[in-house]
T-cell receptor, first 118, second 112 residues
Framework: NAGVTQTPKFRVLKTGQSMTLLCAQD?????MYWYRQDPGMGLRLIHY???????AKGEVPDGYNVSRLKKQNFLLGLESAAPSQTSVYFC?????????????????FGEGSRLTVL | LAKTTQPISMDSYEGQEVNITCSHN???????ITWYQQFPSQGPRFIIQ???TKVTNEVASLFIPADRKSSTLSLPRVSLSDTAVYYC?????????????FGDGTTLTVKP
């Protein structure tokens, strides 16, 4: 059981280049999230998804796009990378009962993807 | 989403009990309080969650007063391996997609 897997783990980009980060989870979770974490700071929510085919903006969505074509995958795209997007990116997933049962909403995180934009 | 306030850092020694308090004055009726632990170069990990009074598991205890405007994470007999950043989150996980603000957390340093 792999849990949440992020690829790639490290990437260096030049300003203006594009790239996609892939998040895959094997827990059949409905909710998936992308966060960024800058040095010495907490995690900030970029985008999230409440199910296949749906996405929504989080706290800091500008400069990023996401897609959830399959339930198990959540992609984060940078169309034109900027140095301000240098950060560690974390993907997470969680289960929900849709309000039918009590659930903790526990977030399961990947190991992170370290992105440097020169 | 309820905003949380925690101390930026705390120091302790091995074997001591550590209490980290989080303030969340605008917590909503349906909100739960959750604590996460993060080691360097890793994603956060769920520690404990509660709604009111006291919750205890094999790792920690969570104390929540009746007004729920604050909560205290208690780590008994800490060891060097408990050195990490601890985040307090508040949110409605049953109906609100689990969106929560992490804040900057509390950096706990355990010394020998």
């Amino acid at each position: 059981n792999a849990g949440v897997t992020q690829t790639p783990k490290f990437r260096v980009l030049k300003t203006g280049q594009s790239m996609t980060l892939l998040c895959a989870q094997d827990m059949n979770h409905e909710y998936m999230y992308w966060y960024r974490q800058d040095p010495g700071m907490g995690l900030r929510l970029i985008h999230y998804s409440v199910g296949e085919g749906t996405t929504a903006k989080g706290e800091v969505p500008d400069g990023y796009n996401v897609s959830r074509l399959k339930k198990q995958n959540f992609l984060l795209g940078l169309e034109s990378a900027a140095p301000s997007q240098t950060s560690v990116y974390f993907c997470a997933s969680s289960w929900t009962s849709g309000g039918l049962l009590l659930n903790t909403g526990e977030l399961f995180f990947g190991e992170g993807s370290r992105l440097t934009v020169l | 989403l309820a905003k949380t306030t925690q101390p930026i850092s705390m120091d302790s020694y091995e074997g001591q009990e550590v209490n980290i308090t989080c303030s969340h004055n605008n917590i909503a009726t349906n909100d739960y309080i959750t604590w996460y632990q993060q080691f360097p170069s890793q994603g956060p990990r769920f520690i404990i969650q509660g709604y009111k009074t006291k919750v205890t598991n094999e790792v920690a205890s969570l104390f929540i007063p009746a007004d729920r405007k604050s909560s205290t994470l208690s780590l008994p007999r800490v060891s060097l391996s408990d050195t990490a950043v601890y985040y307090c989150l508040v949110g409605d996980y049953n109906t609100n997609a689990g969106k929560s603000t992490f804040g900057d957390g509390t950096t706990l340093t355990v010394k020998p």
